[in-house]
């Protein structure tokens, strides 16, 4: 398979050529948004980041992800000097500034900053933190459920380097995704370090087995908002759903499976190594929560 999709796969907009993007406290062109060769995310992937989505006019679920950058920055020791408050306004001065209203999507970046030298030691950051909003115009455009492949990287354990947490250091989940594609497919499934299905490089995963619906325990993967908000709207609309152990087994002969994310909400899947998952098209309980999740968001 060579036509590979993506779940962060948008619409083409010549717009996004013109975008103003938010750096340090000031809002400016594309091609003027840089930062240093000696910024220590650049150099090390040593920061913390958030994906949103704007829906009419509203940021989805604003809080929940400003107090996860905040809670990650603390994790990793970083100061971001500034308050909640003025992350959540310099968001909204820079979708004002770019004229956006919905169909937007806003990834806030933020690094321990310029190093006074090339190397590791986090006391060579001595600048304070660089800040980054790049805010697209963005329309999800998935022709067709993603097919995934196992691959033998892992989602390790909380003191090799917290899947729970939203780092620069996306690497493993890189390689993942390449072992995917070599193996011809979309992206990758990872197991936890016990072999239960755990994630994908990208996404968290479900799926639906005789009207349940199963997702891993979460002690091993990202723990996404889109994904909490599935499992709430489950239990608000008495849908059974686990968060457990499960195993390639039971995935193969799932009824049905999807994935969750900002950028997506949830998106079907089709193929998982090869076998057919399914109809191999979306099925009813994925459509459900797809609805119901846009009828949450739209509140």
Not at 251 to 276: C, H, K
Request: glycine content about 8%; charged content about 20%.
């Amino acid at each position: 398979m060579t036509d590979h999709v993506s779940t962060h796969q948008a619409e083409e907009d010549a717009r996004n050529e013109d975008i103003l993007i938010y750096v340090n406290g000031k809002i400016v062109p594309k091609a003027q948004a840089v930062v240093s060769v000696y910024d220590s995310g650049f150099m090390l992937g040593d920061g913390v980041w958030e994906g949103l989505r704007l829906y009419n006019g509203r940021w989805s679920f604003l809080e929940e992800h400003i107090d996860r950058l905040f809670d990650a920055a603390k994790a990793i020791d970083l100061d971001i000097g500034m308050t909640r408050e003025s992350v959540t306004n310099a968001l909204l001065e820079t979708q004002k500034a770019n004229g956006m209203h919905s169909d937007a999507h806003a990834r806030l970046m933020v690094t321990r900053g310029v190093k006074t030298r090339p190397f590791q030691h986090p006391r060579l950051s001595q600048q304070g933190p660089n800040i980054a909003i790049i805010m697209e115009h963005s329309r999800p455009r998935i022709p067709r459920p993603i097919t995934l492949a196992t691959v033998p990287h892992l989602r390790g354990l909380p003191m090799t380097q917290d899947p729970k947490l939203n780092s620069h250091s996306k690497l493993n989940c890189i390689l993942a995704c390449i072992a995917a594609q070599k193996a011809g497919a979309d992206e990758a499934l990872m197991l936890d370090v016990h072999g239960f299905v755990n994630t994908t490089n990208a996404c968290n995963f479900f799926i639906v087995r005789k009207g349940q619906v199963w997702t891993s325990t979460g002690d091993y993967c990202m723990n996404g908002i889109t994904r909490q908000k599935v499992i709430d709207l489950c239990r608000v609309n008495d849908i059974p759903v686990f968060e457990r152990n499960f195993s390639l087994v039971d995935t193969y002969s799932a009824d049905e499976a999807f994935l969750t994310g900002t950028f997506g909400a949830q998106t079907p899947v089709g193929t998982i190594d090869g076998r057919t998952i399914g109809t191999g098209q979306m099925g009813p309980m994925t459509e459900r929560l797809r609805i119901l999740y846009k009828a949450l968001v739209g509140a």
